[in-house]
């Protein structure tokens, strides 16, 4: 009963962090895009850079461009994809809609090109990922990556996305015509894309610990009664002593690690404990973020 309560009480922890990654994704990348992208014309693709054109050409305020343009994405794929992928994206995209319009009232933080470029970047690729780790979807490319993908299944998304923002940045090009912003673009872009890579498989990285113990059916039973995680015990027997002893392995994030420790060895002090770094882990309590 109690390792129900804590399973419960972990999963509305974990529901907990996830809003609030979803909360806090949105308005990062509208900060990266109002202070650092609008006023220093970085078009790095995507409805960001649309909306950045729009601002210049036609002085249309972003936010109300932003939440247009995924407006009209997410009618077209109500009726192609449909209202799943609709409902999941509808609230990210209002999101950024409402605090780029509000961030963009805000003074830009910089008018070098390269500060621009390199901080709006990381920003909004930072922003992008929280968004995509709480489950959610900020719009924008993401709808047309997949309204792309509908109509052509043998091409991957990653190389579709590439391809859409390829054209924004062309479009920005021929509109400011200026190289050099164009060549900034693609660095952004590079850039953003990078950060939310990186932030993914950050998270993605989880530690596979062996503990080699005598008592592995006592320390078992704290470890499972006390956390969310499982441990599979294996029987062993010592080259060397040719002793008996049992192999407990266990899947676990690395904060979790002084915790597990401390746990074991207030059993058995003598516990040899190896924890080794797994890129990816599949199964109940971890998620494979994309």
């Not at 021929?174 to 939310?196: E, H, K, N, P, Y």
């Not at 690690?257 to 109940?284: H, T, Y």
């Amino acid at each position: 009963m109690h390792n129900k309560q804590f399973v419960s009480k972990f999963l509305t922890r974990e529901k907990l962090k996830n809003n609030l990654l979803f909360l806090i994704g949105p308005i990062i990348t509208a900060f990266g895009i109002s202070v650092f992208f609008t006023p220093n014309k970085v078009v790095s693709g995507g409805v960001s850079g649309l909306s950045t054109i729009l601002f210049h050409i036609a002085k249309i305020p972003p936010g109300l461009s932003f939440a247009v343009i995924n407006i009209l994405f997410l009618l077209i794929s109500f009726k192609v994809i449909g209202k799943e992928f609709v409902i999941k994206t509808i609230i990210g995209a209002a999101n950024i809609s409402l605090f780029v319009q509000i961030f963009s009232e805000l003074p830009p933080m910089t008018d070098d090109i390269i500060l621009a470029s390199i901080f709006g970047s990381l920003l909004y690729g930072f922003g992008i990922g929280m968004t995509l780790l709480s489950g959610g979807s900020t719009g924008g490319t993401d709808i047309l990556g997949r309204l792309l993908q509908h109509f052509f299944p043998h091409f991957k998304i990653g190389k579709l996305l590439l391809f859409v923002d390829a054209a924004v940045i062309m479009t920005a090009l021929i509109t400011f015509r200026q190289i050099d912003l164009a060549l900034w673009g693609i660095v952004a872009l590079f850039l953003s894309t990078f950060s939310v890579d990186w932030l993914i498989q950050k998270l993605n990285v989880s530690k596979l610990a062996f503990v080699v113990t005598e008592k592995g059916v006592e320390v078992a039973k704290k470890l499972v009664s006390t956390s969310p995680r499982g441990v599979t015990i294996i029987d062993v027997v010592g080259a060397y002593t040719m002793d008996e002893k049992q192999t407990l392995m266990c899947a676990l994030k690395e904060a979790e690690i002084p915790e597990f420790q401390r746990k074991i060895l207030e059993i058995d002090p003598e516990a040899f404990i190896i924890f080794s770094e797994s890129q990816q882990i599949v199964g109940n309590g971890f998620h494979v973020y994309r």
